[in-house]
C-alpha cells in the first residue's frame, strides 16, 4: 500500500519508517520538523495537508503534539490539525486511517488487577489525552458519515526499549508497532475499531482481544528488561491509574 506516515520525524515514525517497508508499504513521509525524503508541513495547513494525502492509499496519522501542552497548541496541532488530516483524507478519497490514540485517552481509568478493554469508558487525563478522545470520536463520525475507515490504536508505550517499571506493562516494542500498524492497515471491513497497542508483557493491564482480531500477534515482552528498570512503587501514580503520571500534571 501506499501510505502517508505523519509525524514520520518523530520517535514512533522514526521507527516506523525503518519497519513498515518491510511488511510491504511504500512511504510517504510528512512533518512539522524536516525529515530526508519527506514533505515539511503543517498540519493546521489546510493545502498542506490535502497535497500531502492525495494519492496514497492509506494514511498512518502520528502526527501532533505527543504529551500534555497548553490547550492551546493542543487545540492547533492536534484537535485542529486531525480534523484537517479527516477533511483531507474525505476529499481526496482515502478509504483508510490508522490512528495514534494513546493510553492518556484512558487515563484516569483505575488499575484494579482485572484486564482494561478497548471498550473501557474515556477518562482522559490530560488536554493531551483528551485530543485523543476527540480523534477518536471524528474517526467514528467519518466512519459512519463517509464510510472512511479507522483503527484508532491506544499505543502504550512505544519506545525501543521500556523506560520505567510502568512500561513493563505498557511497552509497545518498535517490532510489534508495525505489526498491529500492518494489520490496522490491511485487515478488510474495520469501520472504527479502537484498540489497545501493548507487546505480549507478562504484567499487562490490557486486555488485546480487539487488536488480535485483526489478526495481530505480539511478539515481544517487556519482562526481558525487568531487571534493568526495577520494581514499581506501589505508592505511586503510576501503579494506581492507567495514564501514571500523566494524571498528576
Ligand atoms: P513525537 O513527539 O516524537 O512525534 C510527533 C511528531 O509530530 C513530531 O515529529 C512533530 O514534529 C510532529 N508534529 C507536531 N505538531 C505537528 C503539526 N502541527 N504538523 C505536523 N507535524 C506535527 O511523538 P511519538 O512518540 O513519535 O508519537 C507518535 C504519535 O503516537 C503521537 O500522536 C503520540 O501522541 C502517539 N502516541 C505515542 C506513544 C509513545 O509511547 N511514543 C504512546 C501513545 C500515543
Ligand atoms: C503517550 O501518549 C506519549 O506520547 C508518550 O510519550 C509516552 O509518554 C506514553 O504515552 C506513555 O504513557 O508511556
Redesign the pocket.
Known amino acids: 500500500m501506499h501510505v502517508l506516515l505523519?509525524?514520520?520525524?518523530?520517535?514512533?515514525?522514526?521507527?516506523l519508517r525503518d519497519l513498515l517497508p518491510a511488511l510491504g508499504h511504500t512511504l510517504r513521509l510528512?512533518?512539522?520538523?524536516p525529515?530526508e525524503g519527506g514533505l515539511t508541513?503543517?498540519?493546521?495547513?489546510t493545502d498542506a495537508v490535502r497535497a500531502a494525502v492525495r494519492g496514497v492509499d492509506a494514511v498512518v496519522?502520528?502526527?501532533?503534539?505527543?504529551?500534555e501542552d497548553t490547550f492551546t497548541n493542543i487545540l492547533?496541532?492536534?484537535i485542529e490539525?486531525t480534523y484537517e488530516l479527516y477533511e483531507a483524507v474525505r476529499q481526496e478519497g482515502v478509504k483508510r486511517v490508522v490512528f495514534?490514540?494513546?493510553?492518556?485517552a484512558v487515563g484516569y481509568t483505575p488499575l484494579t488487577g482485572d484486564l482494561i478493554g478497548s471498550d473501557t469508558p474515556t477518562r482522559p487525563d490530560t488536554y493531551?489525552g483528551l485530543?485523543?478522545v476527540f480523534g477518536e470520536g471524528l474517526a467514528s463520525l467519518y466512519a459512519d458519515k463517509h464510510g472512511i475507515e479507522t483503527v484508532s490504536?491506544?499505543?502504550?508505550?512505544?519506545?525501543p526499549k521500556p523506560r520505567s517499571a510502568r512500561m513493563l506493562s505498557?511497552w509497545?516494542s518498535p517490532a510489534d508497532c508495525a505489526r498491529l500498524v500492518h494489520a490496522a492497515l490491511t485487515t478488510p471491513d474495520v469501520g472504527h475499531t479502537i484498540v489497545n497497542?501493548i507487546s505480549a508483557n507478562t504484567r499487562a493491564w490490557w486486555d488485546l482481544s480487539t487488536a488480535r482480531a485483526l489478526g495481530y500477534e505480539p511478539h515481544d515482552n517487556a519482562e526481558a528488561y525487568a531487571a534493568e528498570v526495577g520494581e514499581l512503587d506501589p505508592d505511586s501514580p503510576d501503579a494506581k491509574l492507567l495514564g501514571g503520571f500523566f494524571t498528576t500534571l
Do not use: E, P, W
Open positions: 505523519t509525524g514520520a520525524a518523530g520517535g514512533v515514525g522514526t521507527l510528512a512533518d512539522l520538523k525529515v508541513f503543517d498540519l493546521r495547513d496519522h502520528l502526527g501532533g503534539i505527543s504529551l492547533g496541532s492536534n490539525g495514534a490514540s494513546s493510553n492518556h493531551y485530543s485523543k490504536i491506544r499505543i502504550g508505550s512505544c519506545f505498557t509497545l497497542g
